[in-house]
């Protein structure tokens, strides 16, 4: 595994994710269930969706390399507009969210029920997010699915747990639009990097 490639996607994975409607329905879920469970299950969505994601992003870099790098960093490119444009209403988005999911799974369930309830809820919110085309686009590029996976998962497993532990005190401190204009940033800053590199010019 290269250490490098893993600390890469858990920079490029945890400010896309921290404003994302993920952390927010972590939030709501951990103010219905316990902590612990909730942790656990919405871990579990990562896992799957996390292999998911760099299983396609290893397949696409079975193809020829200067397509695919153009692609990831077209990718990438995506990903910085779109945090962008959505930056100004995220705490609109954040209050959506938050109605959206609190009507979900049943109110006082515990252990693997409330396990259970959270995977679901986090499985069906993620697919197709951001984070995840992000996570094959790096698995894509790097050609290192496994490296890939383990920052990306710790990056998932790290905003699931600051959401359920800090994630109300976070919210009214950090403002999401900030949050995601710095993520923003961050995927264009690779965007560069990878579109200079399937210009061969690194």
């Known amino acids: 595994m290269d250490l490098l490639v893993?600390?890469?996607?858990?920079?490029?994975?945890?400010?896309v994710?921290?404003?994302d409607k993920t952390m927010v329905?972590?939030?709501v879920l951990s103010?219905?269930?316990p902590a612990l469970p909730v942790w656990i299950g919405v871990s579990a969505a990562f896992l799957v969706q996390t292999v998911i994601a760099v299983t396609a992003g290893g397949l696409l870099s079975l193809l020829p390399q200067r397509p695919v790098i153009a692609?990831?960093?077209?990718?990438?490119?995506?990903?910085?507009?779109?945090?962008?444009?959505t930056a100004g209403s995220a705490d609109e988005d954040e209050a959506e969210a938050e109605e959206?999911?609190?009507?979900?799974?049943?109110?006082?369930?515990?252990?693997?029920r409330a396990a259970g309830a959270s995977f679901l809820v986090l499985f069906l919110a993620e697919w197709g997010d951001l984070s995840q085309l992000l996570t094959a686009g790096l698995a894509a590029r790097y050609g290192d699915p496994v490296s890939v996976f383990a920052g990306a998962w710790l990056a998932l497993v790290t905003?699931?747990?600051?959401?359920?532990?800090?994630?109300r005190a976070l919210l009214a401190r950090v403002r999401l639009s900030t949050i995601r204009r710095v993520a923003a940033g961050v995927c264009l800053v690779l965007a560069a990097v990878t579109g200079l590199e399937a210009a061969g010019a690194l």
């Open 100 to 112: 959206e999911f609190a009507g979900r799974g049943p109110a006082r369930a515990g252990g693997l």
């Open 25 to 27: 329905a972590t939030l």
């Open 31 to 33: 103010t219905r269930y």
């Open 6 to 15: 893993a600390a890469t996607a858990f920079a490029l994975l945890l400010p």
């Open 17 to 19: 994710e921290l404003p």
């Open 71 to 85: 692609a990831a960093a077209l990718l990438f490119l995506a990903g910085a507009v779109l945090l962008w444009r």
């Open 159 to 167: 905003i699931a747990g600051i959401a359920v532990l800090l994630g």
